[in-house]
């Protein structure tokens, strides 16, 4: 047992009524403070609450300094597969081109470059946010033209101003099945409904339309602008990242064979970056410098 000191040394015994009656011979106060414990303690709670730098997420802790850029491409690495036509079953007139339903975009490959459209690759979890991957307030026009939605996958931020608009001359039922946002609507011909997504999502979140059911696309909402989504020759770019941080990096494609559609490769190239069978991998950018990788995806990554 502890007892207290008369002279009342602050560190070696706590004195918790001496301001109502001195210091005199008390029993046991309860554990005594230790000053390098405390120390360490408050050390471990700034770096936890992301005071290492500005910009830095709640909760992750920062240790990097500077930006990267990253950069890549995605191959495939078989014969590029023919599209089949959507199966338009009503409002041919406006559903289809000259009598001709469009062709799916399940899987789109370049004949000349044998790129994959519409990869997204996205930062799980940012450890730091520079401000150009702030929250985006510049609205997006999603258009709904001839029967299918003109942008197949569409990444943006939480809190962004989504207008879902119909060009066509037909209503279409447009509905958003997220796990945290959904929208279920019908749009009348040439008019537009203001949607903004709330809350993250951890994988793009399914788009239909009920009325013609052969029309999908995806949405993507994400609290930053880490994200991007592959162009027709394959290639992707995100900048400003945070460099000198273990960065997890998401890939995804609406065919993809891995949880949730996860893009999962096995090749040399991807064990580089302890790809994970959630088609998951790790990078880690240098300041001011671009970081390439080139990845082939043999067609056994999607599903048939």
């Not at 162009?231 to 997890?248: K, M, V």
């Amino acid at each position: 047992m502890i007892k207290q000191s008369k002279t009342c040394g602050l560190w070696l015994v706590p004195c918790v009524v001496w301001l109502a009656s001195g210091c005199g011979e008390r029993g046991y106060l309860g554990p005594v403070a230790n000053s390098h414990t405390a120390i360490e303690i408050r050390k471990a709670l700034d770096t936890f609450s992301g005071s290492a730098g500005e910009g830095a997420t709640a909760g992750v802790a920062s240790s990097g300094t500077g930006w990267g850029t990253l950069r890549g491409r995605f191959t495939f690495d078989a014969a590029p597969p023919t599209m089949a036509p959507y199966d338009v079953t009503k409002d041919l007139a406006t559903c289809t081109l000259d009598g001709k339903p469009p062709l799916q975009q399940t899987l789109l490959v370049d004949s000349a470059t044998k790129g994959i459209k519409n990869i997204v690759v996205f930062v799980r979890n940012a450890p730091r946010v520079h401000e150009s991957a702030g929250p985006s307030k510049e609205p997006i026009i999603f258009d709904q033209k001839e029967c299918v939605f003109v942008t197949h996958v569409l990444p943006l931020t939480v809190g962004q101003s989504l207008q879902l608009k119909n060009s066509d001359n037909v209503g279409h039922n447009t509905n958003i099945r997220g796990k945290k946002n959904t929208f279920n609507q019908t749009i009348p011909a040439g008019a537009s409904v203001p949607f903004t997504p709330q809350k993250e999502e951890a994988l793009p979140a399914p788009m239909n339309c009920s009325i013609h059911p052969w029309m999908s696309a995806y949405m993507l909402p994400r609290e930053n602008g880490y994200y991007a989504v592959t162009a027709e020759d394959g290639t992707f770019e995100i900048p400003h990242l945070p460099a000198g941080e273990d960065l997890e990096i998401q890939v995804w494609h609406e065919r993809g064979t891995g949880p949730g559609g996860g893009v999962v490769l096995s090749t040399p190239e991807a064990k580089e970056y302890k790809w994970s069978k959630k088609g998951r991998f790790k990078v880690k950018l240098e300041p001011d410098k671009t970081k390439e990788i080139d990845l082939n995806v043999p067609e056994t990554a999607f599903r048939s």
